[in-house]
């Protein structure tokens, strides 16, 4: 339904959305660069084509409601919500007084609506089978854990896991960005330093991880898709 790099970029800033409600980590450009990639995906459904740095407001408030060769649901229901967050992320990055910090459910709001948008262009897209659109739309709308929190720029893995799990988990909060050795070092409390060296090493042999000491580690796909699994017995443990 979308050109590949339009679809890429949406689903990483997606994610990176997704990763700072999860680690509550705020400030950051993604909201603004989600919903820039909304508005051209709109713009090449509506037309085929797209402004590489489209006029974000002007569209939203202006153009996309007369867009009619959309269906209804992304031409207003999307557009709406896409400028909401929009407006949210623009006037609402100041410095806030109070006893209240609205941050946190701001970040909140914006993974919620970025959450519908994806939704939405997952239920409209084709050549995809019912089954496999559901499958998708309900990872989309999955739970967020509070399995990491972050402290002083130390993020912490909440979970009795092996050594394994716990650097699956704490690189799943940073995905798909690598991390530097010193910051999971940082972040392994209590952890043998020498036993985490080796396991890095063991896990980029098994293609979990990618990367080495100097440049810092990312999940693979595989890594990923482990650390998936990690959060649904932990979540089905407790339950």
């Known amino acids: ?23 509550k980590t ?8 989600f919903v820039e990639t909304v508005v051209q995906c709109l713009q090449h459904l509506a037309g085929r084509t797209y402004q590489v740095k489209p006029a974000v ?15 209804d649901d992304l031409r207003i229901c999307a557009g709406r919500i896409a400028r909401s967050a929009y407006t949210l992320r623009n006037r609402r990055s100041i410095a806030h007084k109070g006893m209240v910090d ?3 459910y701001d970040l ?4 919620h ?12 897209a084709n050549k995809i089978s019912m089954q496999e659109a ?29 050594l394994e799990d716990e650097v699956t988990l704490l ?37 979990l991880i990618f990367g080495e000491p100097k440049k810092g580690y990312r999940l693979t796909n595989a890594g990923y898709a482990k650390a998936t699994e990690i959060v649904r017995r932990i979540r089905q443990e407790a339950a």
Request: glycine share 6%; proline share 5%; no cysteine.
């Open 113 to 124: 609506a970025a959450s519908w948008i994806v939704t939405e262009f997952l239920r409209h």
């Open 26 to 33: 705020l400030g950051r450009s993604a909201p603004g660069k």
């Open 57 to 71: 407001d002007e569209y939203l408030n202006k153009k996309v409601e007369s867009e009619t060769k959309l269906h």
């Open 102 to 104: 609205p941050n946190f």
């Open 171 to 207: 690189l799943r909060s940073f995905y798909p960005d690598f991390v530097p050795l010193a910051s999971i070092k940082k972040s392994m409390v209590g952890r043998n330093l020498g036993t985490l060296g080796n396991k890095l090493r063991a896990m980029v042999e098994g293609k």
């Open 134 to 162: 559901g499958a998708l739309i309900a990872q989309v709308q999955a739970p967020i854990d509070e399995l990491i929190e972050d402290i002083d720029d130390v993020r912490l893995v909440h979970a009795n896991v092996s």
């Open 1 to 23: 339904m979308l050109p590949a790099n339009l679809a890429g970029e949406l689903v990483e800033d997606f994610m990176v959305i997704r990763q700072d409600f999860s680690t």
């Open 108 to 111: 909140a709001y914006l993974h």
